[in-house]
Nanobody, 127 residues
């Protein structure tokens, strides 16, 4: 079993920055064996892909809406993934979730490709 805990959300003005963290743990868990992803969901909207990072952190994929503003990184020694969010816009307001994918090693963009999910952290961007 894998536990994922997000942190770092909050209220920020448009144009500001936030850094989210996703701490992973588990009894027989090897963080570097998992592709990690970020998703977000706003009220009344479906969950959407934000970005993902390969097991070793050398490959990243981003949604077009955040490319150039958001950056994903991971520290396998600390079992933690990060989402650096810059130039935030009101439309970035959402609950942000981290997710882990154990089987394929492929960077997926669909939620159903991921096996474990965190509880989410709220990000609110005011105009």
């Amino acid at each position: 079993q894998v536990q994922l805990v997000e942190s770092g959300g909050g209220l920020v003005q448009a144009g500001g920055s936030l850094r989210l963290s996703c701490a992973a743990s588990g009894r027989t868990f090897t963080f570097s064996s998992y592709v990690m992803g970020w998703f977000r969901q706003s009220p009344g909207k479906e969950r959407e892909f934000v970005g993902a990072i390969s097991r070793l952190g050398n490959i990243r994929s981003y949604a077009e809406s955040v490319r150039g503003r958001f950056a994903i990184s991971r520290d396998n020694a600390k079992n933690t993934m990060f989402l650096e969010m810059n130039s935030l816009k009101p439309e970035d307001t959402a609950v942000y979730y981290c997710a882990a994918e154990a089987d394929s090693g492929r960077i997926g963009r669909r939620g159903d490709e991921y096996d474990y999910w965190g509880q989410g952290t709220q990000v609110t961007v005011s105009s």
